[in-house]
């Protein structure tokens, strides 16, 4: 079976979102095709049909090559949980933390574990598109690599550079990783894609070969900048820190960002709604007085996070809010936050101890080892819905006798404070499909769209693996997997 690796010259030069096109633009061809990322770094997760947890790029991927995602397509998962510690996920679960101390050394032991998950898509599929993590230029990060180089030498698979033409010094970005990189890891290495390319192509015609001239590799592309893809979720909670213009007829929702947000693209349907203005609130900046929702998001340390509100006098805005007669939703870490207390008596998040919520539901959350993961259906305000839970804690008190949702089996979720004013849940993705986006866009006095977000990303991929197909060699990246490339 075949296989062709993404690599870039840093974060979010469009990896992902590129992997995610060919993948769609393959199975369009009628090739059987399967993404993977050996490992990744987000607090954006989804749950997978085997019940674990990979990166959510990593389940756009599959959902452009029209497969379910599995575990497999993301076998070492690092969720950032402190600033010099992160939540350690193989194969879909919980093994522990990895540390500034022994980072190096710990993924190093876990390259046999990446390769299982490899050969195993390898035997299901025509051909495996595979994405690499931050940049091969990172060559104090080269030993014990397994998300670039270290990955594609031991899995012999053929790399192609990623270039972001938009943040400016393409040439030297390109060029430059041809330098600084190891000559074993360089013959890795069989061309460039010019990526997020605005203007006049013919402009960069000099510049294109130059690259070709310089490094030694071919040119496969030039993309263009795709309006298209800010429909996709992203993974990359840079995308949090681009504020769009004001648009002060719309009905404003808030949304502070916090320090460790996790699963922001929850969000992703509302931001698509005309008439409503998400605003998401960096530190530094208060709350609106003028909002007329504000969301408290998931959070991969719900208590490090809090502490951080409080910091910032969000918890004064969310009070002063409440009191106005405001609404406050609260979505997984959000959702405890709004309780009277949480504790942590095993240090799951860090030291152990136990903290004063924001006080706004009468619920009380414990911080235990169990990890829920689960895909989740029912009735939330009314609706239907389709989401998944993804969380570490057990919350219990009064208000959840007033639970925001039902789930299959009868089972409660969340909570709804008795003046209905302020809720909270479990689940993700509640906002994907449309009548419960309807039903809370009601609350505050929305007309919504009624569109099908599912469906808008359906036909964002499409139209991204068209653009693909234009402005990409596919033909000849294909080549390259089969050791034909002339």
Known sequence: MAGLMLQGTGSDVGKSVLVAGLCRALSNRGLRVLPFKPQNMSNNAAVTIDGGEIGRAQALQALAARVEPHTDMNPVLLKPQADHTSQLIVHGQVRGTLGAANFREGRRTLLPEVLESWQRLQSRCDIVMVEGAGSPAEINLRAGDIANMGFARAADVPVVLVGDIDRGGVIASLVGTRTVIDSTDAAMVHGFIVNKFRGDPALFEDGYGAIEQLSGWRGFGLVPWLPCIATLPSEDAVILERRPQRATSRKLIACPMLPRIANFDDLDPLRQEPDVELAMIPPGSVIPAEADLIILPGTKATIADLAFVRQQGWDIDILAHHRRGGMILGLCGGYQMLGRTIAD??????????????????????????????????????????????????????????????????????????????????????????????????????????????????????????????????????????????
């Open 345 to 486: 008596p095993l240090g799951i998040e860090g030291p152990a101890g136990k903290i004063n919520g924001l006080g706004l539901l009468n619920v009380t959350t414990e911080l235990t080892p169990r990890k829920a993961l689960l895909r989740v259906s029912g009735q939330a305000l009314g609706a239907a819905f389709a989401g998944f839970e993804m969380h570490m804690g057990e919350t219990s008190g009064p208000d959840t006798a007033r639970p925001f949702a039902m789930l299959e089996g009868q089972r409660r979720d969340g909570a709804i404070s008795a003046d209905g004013r302020v809720m909270g849940t479990y689940c993700h993705g509640l906002f994907e499909r449309p009548d419960l986006r309807k039903a809370l866009l009601t609350r505050i006095g929305v007309q919504s769209s009624g569109q099908d977000h599912g469906a808008l990303v359906d036909a964002a991929l499409n139209d991204l693996a068209s653009a693909l197909e234009q402005h990409l060699d596919i033909d000849g990246l294909l080549a390259l997997t089969q050791g034909t490339l002339r």
